[in-house]
């Protein structure tokens, strides 16, 4: 699902070599014009096009793959990480997130987070998993269509970003690579949904990288196996938690065992299985450490490992583990999933204060109370927090320095590592999406760039789209 029009790119980047930032030429097969230009359809950029389109904004959404959801549909990342308080009881990122999933939750294709329970859907955790929202993969990229064709999204798949044009501080244009050969948008108004902040670093924005040292978290190819026994996996669980048995319940002995016998791939130390609604079981166990999400050559030998992990993770699965003798691997994701490349450096960075310690801005767009945790080598780094009351990301965190006419949203967006690592996950990056999205419709109506419009209007108007902001 990484396919790329490798001729139209090859000819594309000879007529590029001569050219700087300042100015593209070059021959483009097909022209479009809009209000505002969405690239990337992940949960980011499907709730910016909607949000924008659905505000008045003539909008077109470009994407990769030939599905929305990104890693969510291409990279079998279920199910969606918590969008409620830790005690899963207040239902916190609301808004266009909370349309999605009634309307999932109406077609039987989802749980709602309030009717989570802890358990198979959760994989038995507790830290974090509270309001978690399991989903059918079908009914997901199906009711993203939907959301789309009713707000009059113009959707164009198949379009891989490669070039801005940006003069004097603004985007003049984005060009894409198609089969048909090199495709060009204007846009009045352009968002940044790549999650690697590919279009902002081409039109010249400054970013941080990783740890800015050159450390990355870990990365993930998920996987989904079928043959599972649920009764025997409940059974083994509510065991090992009557009897306080911590390592049991994750089978820890049993990795430290099967990888002195050369019988697991991978560095993770605790099994981890999703339930979904049709039976399978998502994995997310097979991990690669230091990968650079930006090189392709790292992402394709990760994503080749991670198969072969996938294969002997499952033969590990019905050797060890209760209920799992039977299991077999239904499919791998075609997607590898990256939780770390670049971050914009923004009007506004989050800081690790800010979310520890609760702060309220008055530009705030949204609030979460995911888990600030970085995925390390063998562990998962995770960093406390002062206060139980949910954390607030501001409007301009969204707004890159040194480019005028552009927004971001997603995990390139401006934070703080820690930061980043709770709302890169796919409900905050919805709710990014629906402010970007409702901030470029109202900069086109207003006639100004997104750095000048009136943010108490965004809020407002985020407020009376359902999103959640207690005062």
């Not at 599905?67 to 308080?85: D, E, N, R």
């Not at 992402?299 to 039977?326: M, S």
């Not at 206060?387 to 409007?395: D, R």
């Not at 006419?405 to 996950?425: D, F, K, Q, S, Y």
Request: glycine share 10%.
């Amino acid at each position: 699902m990484k396919s790329v029009a490798f001729s139209a790119f090859a000819a594309f980047l000879m007529l590029f070599s001569s050219c700087d930032n300042s100015r593209v030429t070059f021959p483009v097969k097909r022209s479009f014009d809009c209000d505002v230009l969405v690239i990337g359809g992940g949960p980011a950029g499907t709730g910016a096009a909607i949000s924008a389109a659905r505000h008045g904004a003539n909008t077109i959404l470009a994407e990769r793959n030939g599905v929305l959801g990104g890693t969510a549909t291409a990279g079998l990342v279920a199910p969606f990480m918590s969008s409620t308080t830790p005690d899963g009881k207040t239902f916190l990122i609301r808004g266009l997130y909370e349309d999605l999933v009634n309307r999932m939750v109406a077609q039987g294709g989802a749980i709602h987070p309030l009717d989570a329970q802890i358990g198979s859907w959760t994989a038995y955790r507790d830290k974090g998993h509270h309001g978690l929202t399991t989903f059918d993969y079908e009914c997901l990229k199906r009711t993203l269509e939907e959301m789309c064709t009713e707000a009059g999204v113009n959707l164009m798949y198949h379009m891989l970003f490669i070039k801005a044009d940006t003069r004097r501080g603004r985007i003049r244009a984005a060009y894409f690579a198609t089969k048909d050969g090199i495709w060009k948008v204007k846009a009045k108004e352009y968002i940044d949904c790549t999650g690697d902040g590919d279009l902002a670093y081409q039109a010249g924005v400054p970013v941080v990288i990783g740890d800015g040292e050159g450390g990355r978290q870990a990365v993930s190819l998920f996987f989904t196996v079928r043959g599972v026994d649920k009764a025997r996996m409940d059974a083994h669980n509510a065991r090992c938690l009557a009897e306080g048995d911590y390592e049991g319940q994750w089978y820890m002995n049993e990795i430290k065992e099967a990888r002195e016998k050369g019988e697991f791939p991978s560095w993770r130390n605790k099994i981890a299985l999703f339930e979904n609604l049709d039976g399978t079981y998502t994995v997310n166990m097979a991990q690669g450490d230091d990968v650079d999400g930006l090189d392709p050559k790292q992402v394709t030998d990760a994503e080749v490992d991670g198969r072969k992990q996938c294969n002997e993770i499952v033969k590990f699965l019905r050797k060890y583990v209760d209920g799992c003798e039977n299991v077999e691997l239904a499919s791998t994701a075609a997607d590898l999933g990256v939780r770390e490349t670049r971050r914009i450096e923004g009007v506004y960075t989050v800081t690790t204060e800010d979310a520890k310690n609760s702060v309220r801005y008055p530009d705030a767009i949204f609030c979460c109370a995911n888990s600030m945790d970085i995925h390390k080598k063998g562990f998962v780094d995770y960093v406390a927090r002062n206060t139980n009351e949910p954390f607030y990301v501001p409007y301009r965190a969204l707004l890159p320095l040194k480019v005028d006419n552009l927004l971001v949203a997603g995990r390139c967006a401006a934070a703080e590592r820690p930061v980043m690592a709770a709302i890169r996950v796919m409900p905050p990056c919805f709710a990014m999406g629906q402010a970007a999205g409702t901030a470029a419709a109202l900069s086109v109506q207003a006639g100004v760039g997104p750095k000048d419009i009136d943010p108490s209007k965004l809020v407002e108007t985020l407020k009376a789209d359902g999103m959640y902001l207690p005062e």
